[in-house]
């Protein structure tokens, strides 16, 4: 991505090779900061606290988190200690655990005294590995959106909720990259922007993304899709994933499963955009299985955005004393997907599609 003529992407190493750097995702739209993660334990309160979110970028800044651990201590207890600890920093982004997994195993083979260098080689090919996914998903899911294309229509209505886009991932990102795609092939992409309370990504993050690209968008509050899907204003829905199970269905941002089910109800095609990395081989249920995060209550009650004099103000929207719940993620089943959208191309949602996709070694990790 390209920032004030700058290229970006989301993580990077600073120039000693020791510390990493992010975008602090917590001050988008309205200031452009970066931030420097100098412990593991840094890493794991910027998973925590969403100075870095989304669910392939929550596994490039584990596995940088594990690279920092390796140069803190390289024992197996201190690998161990430190990857329990990333692995605790948010529950459902199944590619938290995938990355610290890929680590540990990586470097379970070294002598103590490689594994530093080792750990900061493997995080950087996680990382190199994440754009290059991500990129294969926004080639296979722009055949999609050209497909979706209605004639007589001056352009290509896609919906999508909250942030899936290069902010998610290292660069491009996962239902975003299709989007990129299509945008830069001279479709006519114009894009239904989730608000995706409460903490915004779409309207936060989503909306300045495309905005930077000049993609054509509208921001709408969360509960205009359905709406616009009744009156033929929707071509197709394309969402991000923070968890798939090997059956297909799919966990993401809370409201995906409305969306969803409006979909079907209409005629849409509903679109999952996710690396391999976001599949969980070991479950097959979602709604049994997938542990759904729930957050502070503030994130509800409260909101924040630029006052007249341009300083970033949090305000709260709810009586004093009124309980709030925060349930991050749902789970849409995979009757309700129309198909997934990953690197290797797209498949319906059903555990022998995906298998016949990925084979034996991508379940066994
Ligand atoms: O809570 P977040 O912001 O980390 O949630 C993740 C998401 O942005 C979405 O659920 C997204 O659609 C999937 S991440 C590729």
Known sequence: MRIDGR???????????????????????HRFETARLTSSQAVADAIADMTVRGAPLIGASAAYGMALAAAEDPTDAGL??????????RPTAVNLRWAVERMRRHLGGIAEAGRPAAA??????IADEDVAVCESIGRHGRRLIEQARKPGKDRIDVLTHCNAGWLCAVDWGTALAPIYEAHRAGLPVHVWVDETRPRN???????????????????IADNTGGHLMQHGRVDLCIVGADRATRQGDVCNKIGTYLKALAAEDTGVPFYVALPSSTVDWRIGDGLAEIPIEERGAEEVTHIS????????????????????????????????VTALITERGVCPASEADLIALFGGEERAA
């Open 7 to 29: 290229d970006f992407r989301t993580i990077w190493l600073d120039e000693g090779g020791r510390d990493v750097w992010v975008i602090d995702q917590r001050r988008l739209p």
């Open 80 to 89: 161990e200690r430190a990857g329990r600890m990333l692995e605790s920093a």
């Open 120 to 125: 900061y080689a493997e995080a950087a090919r």
């Open 201 to 219: 990504q779409g309207a936060s993050l989503t909306a300045w993304e495309l905005a930077r690209e000049g993609v054509p968008h509208t921001v």
């Open 305 to 336: 955005g630029l006052d007249a004099e341009g300083e970033v103000r949090t305000v709260r929207l709810t009586p004093e004393g009124s309980p709030a719940a925060n349930y991050g993620f749902d789970v849409t089943p995979a009757r309700l």
